[in-house]
């Protein structure tokens, strides 16, 4: 076994244990999940040098029948998104033993949370589109798991399901990109498929490069696949933060530039990446601007950054929107887990409207949001600085002038909401009800069914995984910082990735330097608009009745999130219904149960009328059988017998 | 003295139509199945005669065989004729069809 199978399978080693021995292992299952994650990410980076080395480290599983050789590989790729979902998520993990420390169910909850690392490694880790398909296919039911984890809550139950159904649409079109590229290339490896991607006929190409996007569509909810991104939050926090945010939904950005040798040959199916990309991530972020709930605010805004991400790798400025994802992985999942502290804190209590004023209360919480919301917004040598910047100058480095100023306003957004949440948690007067001796970072029974109501998890459990999680947020856009023409992110990627056609020699409108300077303007502008609305001391005397107003007088559109769900839901869960009503009441009585009852009745005439030949009378069957070996031997003595 | 092969099939021709008749003519089960027992031997016959004719061994194997699912058939035979004949106290065949449904 190689050191690349023991990273891929421990976390599914680790999954069937804790799933096995989940009820004597009970809070011991987080510490042994925990272990098995971190173990990976240390195997992962013993790797690092042999993945980077081109071509990367191979490795042949297994043939299934000719044309299906299964395999594991490490590039650049793989392994940067091996680390992400190891480490991240192996803080994730650290955090969840603090967070989930008082739900009966915690050992289910690392076996699902394992379960899902191993399906994440599998999708990423896999050199052939199959076993690709089955690791996409299998994040989508930890996914569901996750979820639907406090499956005794209804809504846990429907956002499960809403977000199975939707991501099942892309697999299906994942499925069909699949079959596409298995008929004409006759094999299912990257190597041989992106080997003889030139070849292939136009018309194909797009048609996998669709089919592709909406896998990635429906996984990294890009309009207008998005509505199970923010039911999704019913799920525990840190599901919310490993899955939701870091890992998962970034799949569909995984999923393109793995496949940018198909899509670099598609100047249109890149155009459709790049404006669907663009239309979420101003979306997302118009929506993040309406939301009262904490958890939706970071998942429209997740949406929105995914948005980002998507443009970059759509437009053909892959570096960069792998850029973005890896500055995203660490500050959205910080946000979150920020997030989670607070609900904790506060019993619970999502809304916030109910809070306010928790600057002085739940300091280390206030400064790992603001240092996460700095990242998020592009503040100045943040890690979102730079890899915000890389994409939205990418778009107009590849000839996409209209999707920049989408970025460019979209940052401006963005500083708008996500310091309106700032504003609203940590300033002015607390709206909310807990006491304040009850209010702390102190995992609180967070469950009805939760036991043991005296024991608390040590505070710092829930602290570390989110203090360790600040470095990167500050500094890992460094990485991108160019000596002498090129940065170590260039350098780590190599020749990965085929270079689009860059604008060299044509003459921008903007520089870089004009651009970044104008994107810090707008978000300059954001956070003044924000501070004038929710943060002004004003303002904030007056909060309570100003939000009940301002909940009374929101525009539809915004309450309904543009009426998406109503839209799908008229377009095809009403027909879809309606049609099974149809045939419930008409095909099913008399066309099915019609059959069968014809059937029934077929067999009983006929019974009836060859009753009559069976006389019971001895001699007469011998008669019959006589006759019939007559008429045999008649036949093959006088026409059959002659061939 | 050798006999042609077709005097052979000629007597198992006429063994078996006497089975036949007897087994759709006579009412007796006794006789119809002495008439069965006819009708087998005179496969039987016919079997060896083609084996002797050709050489080959396969028709006095196949005669073993029929010899022995005969005598098989004869006593479950019979002794469904002396079930018959238990509940019935007379032996007819056509008595029999008072078993169909």
């Known amino acids: 076994m190689s050191v690349l199978d023991i990273l891929w399978l421990l976390p599914l080693a680790s999954a069937v244990l804790i799933w096995a021995l989940g009820p004597q292992l009970r809070r011991t299952a987080g510490a042994l999940g925990t272990a098995a994650v971190l173990a990976s990410f240390v195997a992962a980076l013993t790797l690092f040098s042999a993945a980077t080395t081109a071509p990367g480290l191979h490795e042949t599983l297994g043939t299934w029948v000719p044309g299906f050789t299964f395999g594991l590989q490490l590039d650049p790729l793989s392994l940067l998104w091996t680390l992400i979902i190891t480490g991240v998520g192996g803080l994730i993990h650290l955090y969840s033993i603090g967070y989930m420390w008082s739900d009966r169910a915690i050992a289910r909850f690392f076996a699902y949370m394992n379960f899902f690392v191993f399906a994440m490694l599998t999708l990423v880790l896999s050199d052939n589109v199959v076993g690709l398909l089955v690791g996409w296919g299998l994040v989508g039911l930890a996914s569901y798991f996750l979820i639907g984890f406090w499956f005794y809550k209804p809504s846990a139950v429907a956002a499960a399901k809403k977000a199975f159904v939707i991501n099942v649409v892309g697999d299906v079109g994942i499925m069909f990109a699949v079959f596409a590229l298995y008929a004409s290339t006759a094999s299912i490896s990257f190597a041989d498929i992106f080997a003889k991607a030139g070849a292939l006929p136009p018309g194909i190409l797009l048609l996998v490069c669709i089919g592709l996007f909406i896998g990635a569509a429906a996984k ?173 100058y990418g778009a107009l480095e590849h000839g996409h002038p209209w999707l920049y100023v989408a970025g460019v306003l979209t940052a401006g957004i963005t500083a708008y909401y996500m310091f309106r949440m700032i504003f609203l948690v940590f300033f002015g007067p607390y709206r909310g009800d807990v006491p304040d001796e009850a209010l702390a970072i102190d995992p609180r029974p967070v469950v009805p069914h939760a036991e043991d109501h005296g024991s608390h998890a040590p505070a710092w459990l829930m602290q570390v995984p989110v203090a360790v999680l600040m470095v990167p947020t500050i500094v890992a856009g460094y990485v991108a910082i ?162 | 003295m050798t006999v042609d092969v077709s005097n052979y099939i000629a007597l198992s021709a006429v063994m078996f139509f006497i089975g036949v008749a007897g087994v759709v003519l006579r009412r007796n089960p006794l006789i119809a199945l002495m008439a069965i027992e006819l009708m087998l031997n005179a496969a039987n016959l016919a079997l060896v005669a083609f084996a002797r004719a050709w050489a080959n061994n396969a028709g006095h194997v196949f005669v073993f065989l029929v010899v022995t699912v005969a005598a098989a058939e004869a006593a479950i035979g019979l002794a469904i004729v002396v079930a018959v004949f238990r509940r019935a106290k007379n032996v007819d065949v056509d008595e029999v069809a008072r078993l169909h449904g």
Not at chain 1, 235 to 258: D, K, Q
Not at chain 1, 274 to 288: R, S
Not at chain 1, 373 to 380: N, Q, R, S, V, Y
């Open chain 1, 220 to 392: 990294s909810a890009q309009v207008p696949l998005h509505t199970w991104l923010p039911d999704a939050m019913e799920g525990p926090t840190p599901v919310s933060a490993l899955i939701h945010a870091a890992t998962m939904v970034t799949a569909g950005v995984y999923l393109v530039a793995r496949f940018a040798p198909l899509y670099s040959l598609t100047p249109s199916g890149q155009e459709l990446v790049a404006v669907i990309g663009a239309i979420t991530m101003v979306l997302g972020a118009v929506l993040g601007i309406a939301q009262w709930d904490i958890k939706r605010i970071l998942a429209y805004s997740t949406m929105s950054q995914i948005g980002y991400m998507i443009l970059g790798v759509g437009v053909g400025a892959y570096q960069a929107g792998v850029l973005h994802f890896f500055t995203h992985a660490f500050f959205k999942a910080q946000l979150f887990l920020t997030a989670g502290l607070i609900i904790h804190a506060l019993h619970d209590e999502q809304d916030v409207r109910k809070m306010g004023g928790l600057r002085e209360r739940l300091p280390f919480a206030f400064w790992a949001m603001l240092i996460g919301t700095l990242a998020i917004i592009g503040f100045p040598y943040s890690s979102g600085f730079y890899s915000k910047d890389a994409v939205i």
């Open chain 1, 482 to 643: 160019a000596h002498d023409g090129s940065s170590p992110w260039t350098r780590f990627f190599g020749a990965l990735f085929p270079v689009g056609e860059v604008a060299a020699g044509r003459a921008l409108p903007i520089s870089e330097v004009g651009s970044t300077l104008l994107v810090l303007v707008l978000v300059a502008c954001g956070i003044l608009v924000a501070y004038a609305r929710y943060g002004a001391p004003a303002v904030q005397l007056a909060a309570v009745d100003r939000l009940r107003r301002e909940t009374v007088t929101m525009p539809p559109a915004l309450r309904h999130a543009f009426w998406f769900d109503d839209l799908i839901d008229a377009a095809i869960v009403h027909p879809a219904q309606a049609l099974g009503m149809a045939i419930a009441r008409f095909v099913d009585p008399h066309v099915i149960d019609a059959a069968v009852r014809d059937l029934v009745w077929l067999a009983g005439a006929l019974g009836v009328l060859f009753r009559k030949l069976q006389t019971g009378l001895v001699r007469g069957y011998a008669l019959t059988i006589v006759i019939g070996a007559a008429a045999f031997i008649a036949y093959f003595a006088t026409l059959g017998g002659r061939p």
